[in-house]
């Protein structure tokens, strides 16, 4: 198996900025395309990124890109490829496929093609007369044809990046894990000096996620990857990169605060706060936006309204988001961010955005629109432990 391989990090479209940002930032050079960030590395990189990255869905390890413009191509090439390197005789390999703009374009024609050459393959290295047990560990395979140009990746991750592991079962069509993260990741928020709040928390998804950011929280703690179940897996490599982990977690104090309308939201904050070992850093309050006010200077918020999409619902989130409107626009020296699929909010909210950033949440385009407040860096460092008390210097 060789030493260096062709990665990928999977992520929402419009995310791919951040992505990279976070995989350079720790020391890889990326490129991106179209929901997805090219690097290099190893299987130790594989555990790190699987570990660390906020924002993505998962980590594949691309195997190989050639052409092929007949299903006999793309037999042959599968069949040539050393798949006894990377899966045990046991192997389950689930197989799925997505073709755009390619001669092969049939996918369960592409996906029983991939699977037939892959049982060919390791029958023949394995000796086996019958079929495949495919009792032991899951190694996805993806395969993807973008105009003839097939690319064939595994999966390393498993469930997606977002199941962190510490959310409860909360209301309907909550925001996932990632998406949170990167919608903090794309603030300017400087969690040392700066307010950070979510006046709309719902189950406490993007305070918790700026808490684990704020306190350098590996997202990936709680949960188990697909490679752990991979023959190259090495055991005390990744438990040494775990304890890395944990011994880059800070305990600077935070200014973390999620409000909601509903009590029942806020106790699930908690519950799901606790569960992510953060609740001690976010403040949570029971609170309409309308009764928001604050003297606090140079915060930031993050909020993701109800968008509204039913016809019967689009009165009140209208006065919802006026509301915001009424309350954020006088805090100048704070920058706010909403997520919403109505691309009439700025109307209701009462003034434009500084700039929109288009969005997928799922299948659903959304946009984020920022407001840039002008921060007054001339005050002294404060901690804040509550927005609606007078500012305490530290």
């Known amino acids: 198996m060789a030493a260096k391989l062709q990665l990928m990090a999977a992520m929402a479209g419009g995310f791919e900025a951040v992505t990279a940002k976070e995989l350079q930032s720790m020391g890889y050079e990326t490129h991106n395309e179209t929901g997805r960030v090219a690097f290099t590395g190893d299987m130790t990189d594989v555990y790190k990124t699987n570990l660390w990255l906020r924002s993505a869905d998962r980590i594949l390890i691309v195997l190989r890109e050639f052409k092929a413009f007949s299903f006999d191509d793309l037999f042959n090439v599968v069949a040539d490829f050393a798949w006894e390197e990377w899966l045990p005789m046991t192997a389950n390999f689930p197989i799925t496929a997505k073709s755009v703009k390619s001669k092969l374009h049939s996918e369960p024609d592409v996906q029983s093609i991939v699977k037939k050459a892959i049982v060919e393959r390791l029958s023949a290295y394995y000796h086996r007369r019958t079929r495949l047990p495919e009792t032991g560990a899951t190694y996805h395979i993806d395969v993807r044809i973008t105009k003839d140009v097939v690319r064939l990746t595994l999966d390393t991750t498993g469930e997606s990046l977002f199941k962190r592991g510490y959310r409860a079962e909360s209301a309907e069509a909550p925001l996932k894990e990632n998406f949170a993260a990167a919608l903090i990741l794309l603030t300017s928020w400087h969690p040392a000096d700066m307010p950070f709040l979510d006046p709309v928390c719902g189950s406490g998804t993007i305070p918790i996620e700026a808490?684990?950011?704020?306190?350098?929280?590996?997202?990936?703690?709680?949960?188990?990857?697909?490679?752990?179940?991979?023959?190259?897996?090495?055991?005390?490599?990744?438990?040494?990169?775990?304890?890395?982990?944990?011994?880059?977690?800070?305990?600077?104090?935070?200014?973390?605060?999620?409000?909601?309308?509903?009590?029942?939201?806020?106790?699930?904050?908690?519950?799901?706060?606790?569960?992510?070992?953060?609740?001690?850093?976010?403040?949570?309050?029971?609170?309409?936006?309308?009764?928001?006010?604050?003297?606090?200077?140079?915060?930031?918020?993050?909020?993701?309204?109800?968008?509204?999409?039913?016809?019967?619902?689009?009165?009140?989130?209208?006065?919802?988001?006026?509301?915001?409107?009424?309350?954020?626009?006088?805090?100048?020296?704070?920058?706010?961010?909403?997520?919403?699929?109505?691309?009439?909010?700025?109307?209701?909210?009462?003034?434009?955005?500084?700039?929109?950033?288009?969005?997928?949440?799922?299948?659903?385009?959304?946009?984020?629109?920022?407001?840039?407040g002008r921060p007054n860096w001339k005050l002294p460092k404060q901690i804040v432990t509550s927005l609606s008390d007078p500012v305490k210097e530290d």
Do not use: C
């Open 211 to 372: 808490a684990l950011i704020g306190r350098n929280i590996a997202p990936g703690l709680q949960r188990h990857f697909a490679f752990e179940g991979f023959q190259a897996f090495d055991p005390p490599v990744f438990n040494d990169i775990k304890a890395q982990a944990i011994a880059a977690q800070t305990d600077e104090p935070l200014m973390i605060f999620g409000q909601d309308i509903d009590q029942n939201m806020i106790e699930l904050s908690r519950v799901n706060a606790h569960k992510a070992g953060v609740l001690h850093d976010i403040r949570f309050k029971q609170l309409a936006v309308k009764d928001f006010k604050t003297t606090v200077p140079n915060g930031i918020i993050v909020a993701n309204p109800p968008y509204g999409k039913r016809l019967a619902d689009s009165d009140t989130v209208h006065q919802l988001y006026a509301q915001m409107g009424d309350a954020f626009r006088p805090l100048t020296t704070w920058s706010k961010y909403i997520l919403t699929s109505d691309l009439e909010f700025e109307r209701y909210f009462g003034n434009r955005a500084t700039k929109r950033r288009k969005l997928y949440n799922g299948a659903l385009r959304t946009d984020y629109f920022q407001y840039w």
